[in-house]
Nanobody, 126 residues
Framework: QLQPVESGGGLVQPGGSLRLSCAAS????????VGWFRQAPGKEREGVSC????????YYADSVKGRFTISRDRAKNTVYLQMNGLKPEDTVVYYC???????????????????WGQGTQVTVSS
């Protein structure tokens, strides 16, 4: 089926950096709005960041603003989430999602996305 595929997670020390990648399986990701989400056990799913299909809009959760940056490389059909200044509370599974529901807009509401990746684990610990 149509499925985004995340990669780039791993173990990093507090204050370190990771870059997550979201690539496409079975479709052209360049034509989709893309969102990054995370969910800790027992907590509500959080919309971390998103980018519109035409790259005209980006949004960031207050918890990551100034530390995370979302970007798109159309030549590689890939969306990145650059994560700097990582904190232990950033330890969670991160999910990439894609949607064709909007143009010139993106949403951090998870139920608006049709296609979801399997997730990649980020662990921030000394």
């Amino acid at each position: 089926q149509l499925q985004p595929v995340e990669s780039g997670g791993g173990l990093v020390q507090p204050g370190g950096s990771l870059r997550l990648s979201c690539a496409a399986s079975g479709f052209t990701l360049n034509n989709y709005a893309v969102g990054w989400f995370r969910q800790a056990p027992g907590k509500e799913r959080e919309g971390v960041s998103c980018i519109s299909s035409d790259d005209s809009r980006t949004y960031y959760a207050d918890s990551v603003k100034g530390r995370f940056t979302i970007s798109r490389d159309r030549a590689k059909n890939t969306v990145y989430l650059q994560m700097n200044g990582l904190k232990p509370e950033d330890t969670v599974v991160y999910y990439c999602a894609a949607s064709r529901n909007w143009n010139g807009y993106c949403s951090t509401y998870g139920k608006e996305y049709e296609y979801w990746g399997q997730g990649t684990q980020v662990t921030v610990s000394s």
